[in-house]
């Protein structure tokens, strides 16, 4: 798997996912997106795989969308923003980030191994929508949730509010 903020690890009948962007909280990128995605459709094409386990490195399993990325496509001054191009863009990249999310939901709910979430640390905004995909959630005596959303002005996605 050529990004690396994904690992993907099938070993005696067990999947094995690890969310690593440590340093960044395992935040949610349009790149991690897709790689999520493409790691839990793999599994779903893998006979051999009887078991999933969702896991992420570092303190934290995944505390929301990378806010960092996200100002990078807004921009940081109004005529920036106001750019057409940079719309054009901005509209693209969430729209492909929703779309992979949504994806990722789906495949987990759809296949047929049972799914482990282990949590340790925050698990907000889609980190908390990952939790909630689960069969099976572990979590650690620090273990913190929290929808995340409504401080950015959202509604929730990853479908939180239907598990």
Request: aromatic share 4%; with cysteine.
């Amino acid at each position: 798997m050529p990004d690396a903020s994904i690992l993907l690890e099938i070993t005696e009948g067990v999947a094995v996912i690890t969310l690593n962007r440590p340093l960044q909280r395992n935040t949610m990128t349009r790149q991690l997106a897709a790689a999520l995605r493409d790691a839990v459709g793999e599994i779903g094409r893998t006979p051999s795989a009887k078991a999933v386990l969702l896991r992420a490195a570092g303190e934290h399993f995944m505390v929301g969308a990378d806010l960092n990325w996200l100002g990078t496509l807004i921009g940081s001054t109004p005529d920036q923003a106001a750019n057409p191009e940079r719309e054009a863009l901005r509209r693209h990249e969430i729209a492909g980030l929703i779309e992979d999310a949504h994806s990722i939901i789906l495949g987990l709910r759809q296949l047929p191994q049972p799914v482990v979430i282990a949590v340790r640390g925050a698990a907000a905004g889609f980190g908390l929508s990952l939790a909630c995909a689960a069969d099976f959630l572990l979590t650690s005596d620090n273990a913190r949730f929290r929808m995340a959303y409504n401080a950015l002005g959202a509604s929730t996605d990853g479908g939180a509010a239907y598990h």
